[in-house]
Structure formats: C-alpha cells, structure tokens
C-alpha cells in the first residue's frame, strides 16, 4: 500500500541552479530506516538518521533530482516546518486507514 501526501515548500531546493518546490511524501518502510543507518553509520544522532529517512520519503515532483539528509540541512526553516506538516498530515491519512 502506497500512502502519500504532497505540499509545496515556500523557498525550496535548489538543485543546478533550479529550484523545486513541490514534493511528494510518503510513508516509512524499514528499508527506509535501515538504509539510513547504512549511509549515516551507527554512531549518527537520532536527528540526522530523522533526516536521512525522511530524505529517502520525498520525491520532488518534476525533479529529476534524489534529495539527502545533507539537502534538507540546508533548507530554510519554514521549508522544514511545510515537510513536518506533510509529514502530521501522512499520520493523520495512516491513523484513518487503520481505524476499524
């Protein structure tokens, strides 16, 4: 089952000198969190393996470009705070679909 979101971010991207905006979230795997193990090490703080997974959870739309844990270092808060309301908005779609 593919669950997903999607949002636009107020600065974005920018990525050969393009900028992209909108994005497309979907839900964890544990491949997502292993993956981000693998990449970061074992010794990586809880935050940036935070980062790491949900960089491996976005697509930008119409971006021929995969976005890391370092690429989301550099966005603007308020592009963060559109992610994490992507991200409260895919709780909100999973938690329905798995009320009986």
Do not use: W
């Amino acid at each position: 089952m593919s669950v997903t979101v999607q949002g636009r971010l107020p600065f974005g991207v920018v990525s050969d000198g393009e900028t992209y905006r909108d994005f497309e979230l979907r839900a964890g795997t544990l491949r997502d969190s292993v993956e981000a193990v693998e990449a970061c090490g074992p010794d990586a703080s809880n935050l940036v393996l935070r980062y790491a997974v949900l960089a491996r959870r976005l697509t930008f739309l119409d971006a021929p470009i995969t976005v890391t844990h370092e690429d989301l270092f550099r966005l603007l808060d308020r592009d963060v705070a559109a992610i994490q309301a992507a991200e409260d908005a895919l709780e909100k779609k999973l938690d329905a679909l798995s009320t009986p």
